[in-house]
């Protein structure tokens, strides 16, 4: 975190360093390891041959929701179905990646 303050402060003082600033920041992010959108860890999830729920992203993801992270997996070509639930008078859906 210190370190990115510092590219930060260094690309500020001199507006034409972009380039440089840019390379700087993605080596940083490579050795610091960037991390994984919510998508990209449902995805993952799914692709593993698991199901989710939105309780389940909620509690591994921190994921909100879940449906507009779906949404924009189908929008990407993702064939993921989804199964209406009912359990103790609730109702959610679950999801599943179509193999």
């Given at each position: 975190m210190?370190?990115?303050?510092?590219f930060l402060q260094q690309f500020?003082?001199?507006?034409n360093m972009t380039k440089e600033f840019e390379n700087l920041m993605l080596n940083h992010l490579k050795k610091e390891g960037a991390p994984m959108s919510q998508e990209k860890q449902i995805l993952?999830?799914?692709q593993s041959g698991k199901r989710l729920t939105q309780l389940q992203a909620l509690k591994k993801f921190?994921?909100?929701?879940?449906?507009a992270r779906i949404g924009g997996l189908k929008a990407k070509g993702y064939d993921i179905s989804t199964t209406p639930i009912k359990k103790n008078g609730k109702r959610f859906a679950q999801y599943h990646l179509v193999k």
């Amino acid at each position: 975190m210190i370190l990115t303050v510092w590219f930060l402060q260094q690309f500020m003082r001199n507006k034409n360093m972009t380039k440089e600033f840019e390379n700087l920041m993605l080596n940083h992010l490579k050795k610091e390891g960037a991390p994984m959108s919510q998508e990209k860890q449902i995805l993952n999830h799914l692709q593993s041959g698991k199901r989710l729920t939105q309780l389940q992203a909620l509690k591994k993801f921190g994921c909100f929701r879940l449906s507009a992270r779906i949404g924009g997996l189908k929008a990407k070509g993702y064939d993921i179905s989804t199964t209406p639930i009912k359990k103790n008078g609730k109702r959610f859906a679950q999801y599943h990646l179509v193999k």
